[in-house]
């Protein structure tokens, strides 16, 4: 049994976390953290955690932090980089759910992050937390960068076709749809109910923070350059990532399906579809799920490939679960094992 503890419990992703390490049998979370909520039953603000816990939201300097083996920020960027090297210098392991290690390139991350990245150091000893792709890395890390919803459904997408050369790298468009709660728990007008429900709309569209990470990851993959155009969306529903991809085969005759049930035979928790059946977000709602489907377009060379997450779980605190499952030695399904819910 480790002890585990929570800086930024007040946001989606943070109480996501304490759900869903409520129920993994190696971990006992002892600290949660809220300066905002300092004092506070965790269950007085989250009742559906009634009878579960009795963690009282502390500061995120409390002692209680320092006994854990494990410690996860859910914060906003620019938190986790001052203060995750103290706790690695303690022999305490770090899982950053937010972006501050996600961009190798300290003066890249600043140009989208508008603040300067203060840890070139540290950042230098991250390790990019897609298990799909740095398992082993991730083994013997230190500190984890947990990836963002967006990289996570496309890198997952096209690890087959990149990693198999079956694809034009020059013209790769990422469509993509979240919901709501992917722009966070704080007060905005833009995501108040009557702003959202019943519309759609693109947004970073000029140049989201979502999209250096992606480049950075599908060219670590291709060893090339990648083009990619990323364009987001939000919709009215409160959990999920839909990535629809658009590709070009380098040989319009080839059936990809060989390769991706290869890619992913051993990966539990991405599921490749039966030919003719596409993903539906509900199908991966509240679990660590990717579900991935494609389809081919007649007479031509297109491929289409659709993906889904839940971006709380898989997207965020379900992979960040994963990757403590990982750095402990644990098996990966450990307090993972729920089922997308149903209707």
């Excluded at 506070?40 to 939201?57: E, I, M, N, T, Y």
């Excluded at 009215?236 to 059936?255: H, K, N, Q, W």
């Excluded at 977000?281 to 991935?292: D, G, H």
Aim: proline share 4%; aromatic share 8%.
């Amino acid at each position: 049994m480790i002890k585990a503890g929570i800086i930024g419990g007040s946001g989606y992703t943070g109480i996501e976390l304490l759900r869903l390490l409520q129920n993994h049998p190696e971990v006992e979370v002892v600290a949660i953290s809220s300066r905002s909520l300092n004092g506070k039953r965790v269950d007085s603000v989250f009742p559906s955690l009634a009878g579960q816990s009795d963690l009282v939201f502390s500061l995120p300097d409390e002692v209680e932090l320092n006994a854990c083996e494990v410690v996860f920020f859910a914060t906003p960027h620019g938190v986790a980089m001052e203060s995750a090297g103290s706790f690695i210098d303690n022999g305490i392991k770090v899982v950053d759910l937010g972006a501050d290690f996600r961009i190798s390139d300290a003066n890249e991350w600043s140009k989208w992050y508008s603040m300067e990245h203060t840890q070139s150091e540290l950042l230098s000893r991250a390790v990019y937390g897609l298990p799909e792709n740095n398992r082993e890395s991730i083994k013997n890390a230190e500190l984890v960068a947990n990836p963002g919803c967006y990289p996570t459904a496309i890198q997952l997408a096209l690890k087959p076709l990149i990693d198999n050369k079956l694809i034009n790298l020059s013209n790769i468009i990422a469509d993509c749809k979240s919901g709501v709660s992917g722009a966070g728990r704080a007060a905005n007008q833009a995501t108040l109910l009557c702003e959202t429900s019943e519309s759609f709309k693109a947004y970073g569209v000029s140049g989201h923070r979502h999209y250096p990470e992606i480049k950075q990851e599908l060219e670590l993959l291709a060893d090339s350059s990648v083009g990619i155009t990323f364009t987001p969306h939000l919709v009215p529903m409160i959990r999920g990532i839909f990535a629809t991809i658009y590709v070009d085969l380098l040989d319009s005759s080839v059936d990809v399906r060989p390769f991706f049930e290869q890619t992913y035979s051993d990966e539990y928790f991405v599921k490749i579809l039966d030919d003719g059946i596409y993903p539906e977000t509900r199908s991966v709602k509240s679990s660590n799920f990717c579900q991935i489907s494609w389809q081919k377009i007649s007479n031509t060379n297109k491929l289409v490939v659709m993906s889904v997450i839940d971006n709380l779980v898989k997207g965020a605190s379900g992979q960040a679960v994963q990757n403590m499952n990982i750095m402990f030695g644990f098996d990966e399904k450990l307090g993972l094992n729920q089922i997308g819910l149903l209707p």
